[in-house]
């Protein structure tokens, strides 16, 4: 599963791809970053009429019985079964959001494998965003408060599909897709959920 992706140009996304629309920009002084699992990043979410570019901690929580002993919940960082009734209630315009993403990663071999769309345009990834959660990520910090995030995912094309046959993120390449996942209804929403076209991503060397 991907769990690291890089965010270089959110604010250059966002000013390219909603310039007709209102949109503020909460994240302050954001600059380009690798991203981990519970760490914060740059989401785009419903903003009354507009969008807002804001910051959300990657994890969405995780069902109680994957919860640990002592009351831990790490978070989902990808998600794919949107049967699940644990999902469902997360589905609707209110709760969905596009993550920038300038490339992500795959493990592969103990090191990890960098993708990129192919014409370097904007990219999304599909994803589910809750606000204001209250639960205990890290047992040092106890309890906190915070805007959760994770993103969907789906079968490989053919490119991740060499190193990694079980899944790939979502991505949304085109302005009807990001407006269709931001607007549609539920049935129309989840048609998204699919691999880009084969020979749509390009593999990096020299990432890390």
Same mark, same amino acid.
């Given at each position: 599963?991907?769990?690291?992706?890089?965010? !270089?140009?959110?604010?250059?996304?966002?000013? @390219?791809?909603?310039? &007709?629309?209102?949109?503020? &920009?909460?994240?302050?002084?954001?600059?380009?970053?690798?991203?981990?699992?519970?760490?914060?990043?740059?989401?785009?979410?419903?903003? =009354?009429?507009?969008?807002?570019?804001?910051?959300?901690?990657?994890?969405?929580?995780? /069902?109680?019985?994957?919860? =640990?002993?002592?009351?831990?919940?790490?978070? *989902? !960082?990808? *998600? $794919?079964?949107? %049967?699940? /009734?644990?999902?469902? $209630?997360?589905?609707?315009?209110?709760?969905?959001?596009?993550?920038?993403?300038?490339?992500?990663?795959?493990?592969? %071999? %103990?090191?990890?494998? #960098?993708?990129?769309? @192919?014409?370097? &345009?904007?990219?999304?990834?599909? =994803?589910?965003?809750? $606000?204001? #959660?209250?639960?205990?990520?890290?047992?040092?910090?106890?309890?906190?408060?915070?805007?959760?995030?994770?993103?969907?995912?789906?079968?490989?094309?053919?490119? *991740?599909?060499?190193?990694?046959?079980?899944?790939?993120?979502?991505?949304?390449?085109?302005?009807?897709? #990001?407006?269709?996942?931001?607007?549609?209804?539920?049935?129309?929403? @989840?048609?998204?959920? @699919?691999?880009?076209?084969?020979?749509?991503? *390009?593999?990096?060397?020299?990432?890390?």
């Amino acid at each position: 599963m991907c769990n690291l992706f890089n965010q !270089t140009t959110a604010k250059e996304a966002m000013r @390219r791809v909603f310039s &007709d629309l209102p949109w503020q &920009d909460l994240t302050g002084n954001l600059g380009p970053a690798d991203i981990y699992p519970d760490r914060p990043a740059a989401i785009v979410r419903a903003d =009354g009429p507009g969008m807002a570019l804001a910051m959300a901690r990657w994890g969405l929580p995780s /069902p109680p019985q994957f919860h =640990g002993k002592s009351g831990i919940d790490r978070g *989902v !960082t990808n *998600v $794919r079964n949107l %049967g699940s /009734p644990h999902w469902r $209630r997360w589905l609707d315009p209110a709760h969905r959001c596009l993550v920038p993403l300038d490339r992500f990663a795959e493990p592969a %071999g %103990g090191t990890n494998v #960098w993708f990129a769309p @192919r014409n370097g &345009d904007p990219a999304f990834l599909a =994803g589910l965003h809750v $606000r204001g #959660w209250t639960s205990i990520r890290k047992l040092r910090d106890g309890e906190t408060t915070d805007d959760l995030f994770a993103f969907l995912t789906c079968p490989p094309n053919a490119e *991740v599909g060499a190193v990694h046959p079980k899944a790939m993120p979502v991505i949304l390449s085109a302005p009807d897709e #990001w407006a269709q996942w931001m607007l549609a209804p539920w049935p129309e929403a @989840r048609k998204l959920q @699919r691999p880009l076209a084969d020979g749509s991503l *390009v593999r990096l060397e020299g990432t890390g």
